[in-house]
């Protein structure tokens, strides 16, 4: 049986407070003495956060296809396979494509937590169950993504990324939130 793994959760209010940046950079500082690696970094990520992640051994994504695409998710099988000590694996609250192992993200967390992976994740606050009426209520809009309350409570540590209101217009400014083609 693994030893119990263990959880640190980055999150956020605002979109944009780079809390994959962050997660990144403590995957760095961890990789120097233990066996790390990024599990998923979402695509989008942006430049500082891409810079974090540069040269930390990273796990090709799996090709789903979807409808007419192909889209790309944790490779879950793969990361068990590896069973490193530790992975990033970013968007904990994501809905996973139709025809891999689990609907959530959360729920591969789970399975390489069980395996004896320590895994470091992000959220955005506004995806938390409880939080979805007065994120919507804020925002305009019902967020898509949903993650039961239980699973940023069970994690071992949940780090709380917060900016400054003129820091996070900066950070929009600079489009280091929304790409264009994504505003």
Known sequence: MPAAATTRCSSAWPPGSATDTRVAGVARRVEAGRDAVIGYLEPR??????????????????????????????DLPALLARRPEVALI????????????????????????????????????????????????LRGARPRETLPDRVLLAADDVVIVDLTPPALIERLRALRIYRPERA
């Open 45 to 74: 990520a942006y430049d500082d956060t891409q810079a974090q992640a540069r040269g930390l051994p990273r796990l090709r994504p799996r090709r789903v296809p979807y409808k007419n695409m192909v889209l790309e998710e944790l």
């Open 90 to 137: 970013d968007e904990l609250s994501h809905t996973n494509t139709p025809g891999v192992e689990h609907g959530k993200r959360y729920e591969d967390v789970d399975d390489a937590l069980a395996a004896g992976i320590d895994v470091y994740s992000t959220v955005n606050v506004q995806y938390l169950e409880s939080l979805n009426d007065p994120a919507a209520e």
